[in-house]
């Protein structure tokens, strides 16, 4: 049974700094491309970035292009998003995905950006940036 956890949201000050964590169970999230993505009420759930399985290029939105980093840990079956230079625009709750069962990811080298992409999602995690 495949599940994600995200974990390592929370309250910052703009300008500082979050990582958060997407670890799976039941798959190994190094097979599959994985998906950040945010969302705030009232909004669609928009794509923030995305690794692929294998060495290809990874994908940021504009809007947090220069700011944050995508990056897997095989050995703890773990994907990352790096977030410096908050902005109170970046307050949403963040979801990770997965587009198991894709073995070698949906689109080989490249992530899908969308949300129609991925199948598998985590519970999301609340980032609010704030003075």
């Known amino acids: 049974q495949v599940h994600l956890v995200e974990s390592g949201g929370g309250l910052v000050q703009p300008g500082r700094s979050l990582r958060l964590s997407c670890t799976a169970s039941?798959?190994?999230?190094?097979?599959?491309?994985i998906g950040w993505f945010r969302q705030v009420p009232g909004k669609e759930r928009e794509g923030v970035s995305c690794i692929p399985s294998s060495d290809g290029t990874t994908y940021y939105a504009d809007s947090v292009k220069g700011r944050f980093t995508i990056s897997r840990d095989n050995a703890k079956n773990t994907v990352y998003l790096e977030m410096n230079s908050l902005k109170p625009e970046d307050t949403a709750v963040y979801y990770c995905a997965t587009d198991y069962p894709y073995r070698g990811g949906r689109y080989g080298t490249i992530c899908g950006r969308s949300r129609r992409d991925y199948d598998y999602w985590g519970q999301g995690t609340q980032v609010t940036v704030s003075s």
């Open positions: 039941g798959i190994t999230l190094d097979y599959y491309s």
